[in-house]
């Protein structure tokens, strides 16, 4: 090898591996690993706001039994007592007291009241006691009758025939003012009876 070609390759640069020095100059690059882990944490934190905005309404319905509030015990008024006359029963409506600014016509309750005389009523829920139809009350037979399953009740609320197994659930009621008034803060089921049946059972312990 001549004297020119020995200078020659002293002077041509050293060829190294680009794609090797490349990679690890990328991962020892301090602001790749800070913006991967802020990526990291921004997921998580999503996943987390998400988690949570779904879990609200889940939690709500868990812990709803245990929740009351100012209308669980409301007492609405139904007008005078006098507008129900003796003998008749009279279809009426209520404001749900635990109604909210977006329920609308939503929140009027209808019930029906039945004047006893003596100053003594019923008032009844008008959903059938069998999967909550809205009855109706026929006074040519002095029935309430459901369109849905064809349920029957007497004009006391008793049950004459079909599905249902038991009578028109009834609200608890009193006379103020001379006016009627219903608790109308729960609705009248069966759970809510066998709460006041128990109420008041431990009252006369």
Not at 13 to 31: F, K, L, M, V, W
Not at 156 to 164: H, K, M, N, T
């Amino acid at each position: 090898m001549s004297d020119e070609e020995r200078a020659s390759r002293s002077q041509s640069p050293q060829i190294t591996n680009a794609p090797n020095a490349g990679e690890s100059s990328h991962h020892e690059d301090p602001r790749m690993v800070s913006r991967r882990w802020l990526l990291f944490k921004a997921g998580i934190a999503l996943n987390g706001l998400v988690g949570l905005v779904l879990a609200v309404p889940v939690l709500r319905y868990l812990f709803a039994p245990w929740r009351r509030d100012s209308s669980y015990d409301s007492w609405v008024s139904l007008g005078a007592a006098n507008a129900f006359p003796v003998g008749e029963t009279r279809l009426a409506s209520y404001k749900n007291p635990a109604m909210n600014p977006w329920d609308g016509q939503t929140d009027n309750v209808a019930c029906y009241v039945r004047n006893q005389g003596g100053n003594q009523f019923q008032v009844f829920a008008i959903n059938c006691a069998h999967l909550g139809c809205p009855v109706r009350w026929f006074p040519q037979s002095q029935l309430f009758m459901c369109p849905c399953h064809g349920g029957v009740y007497y004009a006391d609320g008793s049950r004459a025939a079909g599905p249902p197994e038991r009578g028109l659930f009834t609200y608890n009621w009193k006379i103020v003012s001379g006016e009627l008034q219903i608790d109308a803060g729960q609705m009248p089921t069966l759970s809510n009876t066998a709460k006041l049946v128990k109420i008041l059972n431990q009252g006369d312990c």
